[in-house]
Each structure stands twice: as structure tokens, then as C-alpha cells.
């Protein structure tokens, strides 16, 4: 049973970092891409950035380009987003998820098995 844990959410200054950490188990990852997504309350969810395991190909949301960056260990089978210069419209619960043999698509519905998600609070 594949399984996706997010970690690393917090309450931070508009201009400030956090790193997020998702560690997948359960499942054999090297054909896999890794997503993050986020929620804001009252609005859908929404894709933030992709990797994919083996080739380490990104994709990035415009909205997060230049600010946000994701990485992954293979070796650890975890997934980092780290997030600069937030701004308070990143306040949201953020979502890591596992696509399986996938090249990290920006549709949710594509992705199999999701973490529960952690919140991140951007303050002005």
C-alpha cells in the first residue's frame, strides 16, 4: 500500500521560506512522478509543482516559478518543495501526491495515492 506524508508546514512572514518534505513508502518509486498541490479555502485545488523520479524533470506552476523549487531523493524515496519570497496568497494546505509510471502531469486526476496535506500560513 503506497503512502504519501507531507511535513514541514508552518506560520511565516510574507518575504520568508519554508521547506516542505514528502516521504512516499509502501511502493516501488523509480517510474513515478511526485506533485504538490495546494488549497486556499474556498477555492479548488491546484497544482504547484511536479517532478519525475528517474529523469528529474520539473514542472512548475507560473505562479510559484522563480520562488518555489522541488527536488527529490531517490535514495530516500522523499520529495522537497522549497518555497522562497512567500506571499500571503500562498497561504493554503498543500498536498503531495504520487503518479504512478507518470512525467508529473498538473492535473490532480492523474494523480493515484495522496498525502493529507499540511497547512502553510503566509502573514503580510
Known amino acids: 500500500q503506497v503512502q504519501v506524508v507531507e511535513s514541514g508546514g508552518g506560520l511565516v512572514q510574507a518575504g520568508g521560506s519554508l521547506r516542505l518534505s514528502c516521504a512516499a513508502s509502501?511502493?516501488?518509486?523509480?517510474?513515478?512522478?511526485m506533485g504538490w498541490f495546494r488549497q486556499a479555502p474556498g477555492k479548488e485545488r491546484e497544482f504547484v509543482a511536479a517532478i519525475h523520479w528517474s529523469g528529474g524533470g520539473t514542472n512548475y506552476a507560473d505562479s510559484v516559478k522563480g520562488r518555489f523549487s522541488i527536488s527529490g531523493v531517490n535514495a530516500k524515496n522523499t520529495v522537497y518543495l522549497q518555497m522562497n519570497s512567500l506571499k500571503p496568497e500562498d497561504t493554503a494546505v498543500y498536498y503531495c501526491?504520487?503518479?504512478?509510471?507518470?512525467?508529473?502531469?498538473?492535473?490532480?486526476?492523474?494523480?493515484?495515492?495522496w498525502g493529507q496535506g499540511t497547512q502553510v500560513t503566509v502573514s503580510s
Open positions: 501526491a504520487a503518479q504512478a509510471y507518470g512525467s508529473g502531469s498538473d492535473d490532480s486526476s492523474h494523480y493515484d495515492h
Open positions: 509502501g511502493g516501488t518509486f523509480g517510474s513515478y512522478a
